[in-house]
């Protein structure tokens, strides 16, 4: 299983991104797959999920901002983030998982600031 984010970057208060997760040498479509970030001296944590069937969970700092999803034909997971804030600034991984695996990816920094 391997996992690889990309499309971090600067970006100023209030403007947008597109993360990508590309997921290779797995099932992509029966796992679940989330979005978690780290800031600095902080734990990770979650910031969206999303099932094999669809369904969406969002972290309450992000609801109404992030939109989690997934192109299984393209092995691909996203997650667009709007009205971006400096308090986003992190280090987001993208996760696989089923029943018997958990796999991160390498990560990808976003950073908001103007």
């Known amino acids: 299983v391997q996992l690889v984010e990309s499309g971090g970057g600067l970006v100023q208060p209030g403007g947008s991104l597109r993360l990508s997760c590309g997921g290779s040498?797995?099932?992509?479509?029966?796992?679940?797959m989330s979005w978690y970030r780290q800031a600095p001296g902080k734990e990770r944590e979650l910031v969206a999920t999303?099932?094999?069937?669809?369904?969406?969970v969002y972290a309450d700092s992000v609801k109404g901002r992030f939109s989690i999803s997934r192109d299984n034909a393209k092995n691909t997971l996203y997650l667009q983030m709007n009205s971006l804030k400096p308090e986003d600034t992190a280090v987001y991984y993208c996760?696989?998982?089923?029943?018997?695996?958990?796999?991160w990816g390498q990560g990808t920094q976003v950073t908001v600031s103007s």
């Open positions: 996760r696989a998982q089923s029943p018997l695996t958990s796999v």
């Open positions: 999303i099932d094999t069937r669809g369904i969406t």
């Open positions: 040498r797995f099932t992509f479509s029966t796992y679940v």
